[in-house]
């Protein structure tokens, strides 16, 4: 299905459609909690033609569109039989339903784009990755060598089962579990969104045998009553991705289950389609690691190299650095972004921003980020953003943001701000201002401290681990 489809829907890649929308041209699938303001952005960086989007999501889509001087068609999902289809809007299914005569789809090469998510990257602020035929299909076949893959395969007798909580557009979920188990016969429950009460009775109604999750909901499950032992007898692995997991809250979930389930984690980046680390079934019970992101994917390099110098030798085990990578499925750079993708790639190979170690099996583990990337539940949050969202508040001179701990979310953006001279600044209006702005895990949730000045070096880049280690020792 990838090779043939510039871009993403759930459901299929139709002939009609296809032959419209050139993959540089990219597909918004809008969603409830993005803002105006954001939907616009990409828009216009991604030169969209068209959107696709549900019926209840079509006024943001439309409030996005209004303003932007070529004219972006929207067309709508019905999720119900009953719903009304939005006034000038296209009804999705008669689109894909009418018969058109015109020219096939010309062939596509490896190399063209097929997707365009966004991602901060290292820094700065989302910028569209250009993922490749190649890099989709050379993901899907990494994940799928024998040793790593996790799905049985399907026979007339089994199918196995795979919750779809993780959102289809998020990079993870896109290829995890979306074109993973299409490609693999699988059947994918699709839940709209996570709420406990949803996430149970799918557990208890389809008894799935693969759950692909992110760290809040392992704990979520370890901990939550409603969540009985009884609705994990058909779980035989649970992998966990886009933030670390503890080996506790490994531990804590087998406890619960009463059963052997192999606990799993990955790791990897909207740049790197995503995965770059896995753990395999079999090395997880011949070494007994609890904690550990996994080893590399087949086709894959990497090493660890000196926090403070890129450029400098390997280091050996139990040293961390920072991962660069080098692979099949590393993105072919920033859409329109010519200097961020420069700076990104050192000969070639990928910088992460994260700090990582490998032990002497080979088993990698992720310490700490030298990005400034804050992963909320999973999702990118870039400080960059906030900030110049707070500094056009009328009573702010100067602004920074910082990642700090949530026992749910797993980090929550804080801002620190200074006031204009002479301004009595309140913090509450403040967090209301960047709340009607941006997504809800976007939001200020790690709360708003006045200060006098913001640290930064002699360049004038803001310090933000400066800020983190004041964090720290306020809450100790």
């Known amino acids: 299905m990838v090779s043939r489809c510039p871009w993403l829907f759930v459901g299929g890649c139709r002939k009609e459609l296809s032959s ?79 018969k058109l005569d015109m020219e ?92 406990p009460e949803l996430y149970v009775s799918t557990l208890a109604k389809h008894s799935p045998q693969v759950l692909f999750i992110v760290p809040p909901i392992v704990i979520f499950m370890s901990s939550h009553p409603s969540v009985k032992k009884e609705y994990l007898q058909s779980v035989r692995s649970v992998v966990s991705g886009a933030a670390p997991l503890g080996a506790l809250d490994e531990e804590k979930l087998l406890k619960k289950a009463e059963k052997h389930i192999n606990m799993l984690q990955g790791y990897g980046l909207t740049e790197t389609s995503p995965c770059v680390f896995m753990s395999s079934v079999i090395r997880k019970k011949e070494l007994k690691i609890f904690g550990s992101t996994g080893e590399t994917v087949a086709n894959t390099m990497v090493k660890v190299v000196p926090a403070d110098n890129h450029l400098g030798d390997p280091l050996g085990p139990n040293q961390p650095g920072e991962l660069l990578v080098k692979g099949p499925q590393v993105m072919r750079g920033y859409h329109n972004k010519p200097e961020e993708t420069k700076e990104v790639f050192v000969d070639g190979w990928l910088r992460t921003g994260d700090l990582v170690y490998y032990d002497d099996n080979k088993m990698f583990y992720i310490t700490d980020r030298l990005k400034e990337l804050i992963k909320v539940k999973g999702f990118q949050v870039a400080p960059a953003e906030l900030e110049e969202i707070i500094r056009s508040y009328p009573e702010v001179a100067d602004a920074a943001v910082i990642g700090v701990p949530h026992n749910i979310h797993g980090e929550v953006p804080k801002a620190y701000v200074v006031p204009k001279p002479n301004v009595q600044l309140d913090p509450l209006k403040l967090k209301e201002f960047v709340a009607e702005k941006v997504a809800n895990f976007k939001q200020l949730t790690g709360g708003v401290a006045v200060v006098d000045n913001i640290p930064k070096n002699a360049s004038g880049k803001i310090m933000r681990r400066v800020l983190k280690l004041q964090y720290e020792k306020e809450n100790k």
């Open 20 to 98: 419209l929308l050139s993959p540089l041209e990219g597909v918004i699938v809008s969603r409830r909690d993005l803002i105006v303001e954001e939907i616009r952005r990409q828009l216009l960086d991604s030169g969209t033609k068209a959107i696709i989007t549900l019926t209840a999501l079509w006024p943001a889509a439309h409030a996005a569109v209004k303003d932007i001087a070529h004219k972006i068609p929207i067309l709508s999902i019905k999720m119900l039989e009953a719903e009304q289809i939005p006034e000038g809007s296209i009804n999705f299914k008669e689109f894909t339903d009418t």
């Open 104 to 195: 096939d789809v010309s062939s596509t090469l490896p190399n063209d784009v097929v997707l365009l998510p966004y991602s901060s990257g290292t820094t700065g602020l989302p910028k569209g990755v250009e993922l490749t035929h190649k890099n989709m299909v050379s993901n899907l076949c990494q994940v799928n060598d024998p040793v790593m893959r996790l799905s049985e395969y399907t026979t007339e007798n089994h199918q196995d089962v795979i919750p779809g909580v993780l959102p289809w557009f998020h990079i993870y979920g896109m290829t995890a579990v979306l074109f993973n188990h299409l490609y693999n016969q699988c059947k994918i429950v699709s839940l709209p969104k996570f709420t």
